[in-house]
Every structure is written in C-alpha cells, then in structure tokens.
Nanobody
Framework: QVQLVESGGASVQAGGSLRLSCAAS????????MGWFRQAPGKEREGVAT???????IYADSVNDRFTISKDNAKNTLYLQMNVLKPEDTAMYYC?????????????????WGQGTQVTVSS
C-alpha cells in the first residue's frame, strides 16, 4: 500500500522560508516521478515542482528561483525548500507520485497523493 505523508507546513511571514517533507512508503522515490502540488481556497490544484528518477526538475514559473525540489533516495523522502515566501504561496501543499514517463506539472500524470500540509504566508 502506497502512502505519502507530508510534513513541515506552518504559518510564516512574507520573506520567510519553510521546508516541506514527504515520507514515502510502498514505492521508491528513486524510481518514480515525484512532485509537489498546491491548492488555494477557491482555486484549482496547480503543479509547483517535479523531479524525475534521473533528478531532472521542472518548476512552475511562479516559484522558479525561490523553491527547490529534492529527494533523498536512502530515506525515501521528497523535499520542497521554499524561500522568499509570498502571501500568494498560501495553500495546501500536496506530495504526489507518478509511474508515468511523463513528469510534468499536470496532476493527471500522478497516481498517488498525500493528505497535504498547510502553508500560510502573512504579509
């Protein structure tokens, strides 16, 4: 049974930093496309960043140069380092895993989802 468990969400002020973690079980982060998505109230879920088995990364334009996706294969854990946070980054953040060869910022390419961790950025 695949489980993805996110942690690290918090309330921070604009300009601050957070690191989200996603502990995976039942699958290997080294062998799958892994990603972070977010959903703000009243908005659709959007892709934030993805990383392939070969460590190729894709970022949404809105977070490029501020967020960094990474993974620790030995710990089977995915991370999202978020710097220079803005109020518009406020959302529920979800970890996702996909078995597809496609590893873009589209939710349809992902098969497994965590329950989410809340990030709130105040101005």
């Amino acid at each position: 049974q695949v489980q993805l468990v996110e942690s690290g969400g918090a309330s921070v002020q604009a300009g601050g930093s957070l690191r989200l973690s996603c502990a995976a079980s039942g699958l290997s982060v080294s062998m799958n496309c892994m990603g972070w998505f977010r959903q703000a109230p009243g908005k659709e879920r959007e892709g934030v960043a993805t990383i392939t088995s070969l460590f190729n990364r894709i970022y949404a334009d809105s977070v490029n140069d501020r967020f960094t996706i990474s993974k620790d294969n030995a710990k089977n854990t995915l991370y999202l380092q978020m710097n220079v946070l803005k109020p518009e980054d406020t959302a529920m953040y979800y970890c996702a895993a996909g078995r597809s060869v496609h590893c873009g910022l589209f939710a349809v390419d992902f098969d497994y989802w965590g329950q989410g961790t809340q990030v709130t950025v105040s101005s």
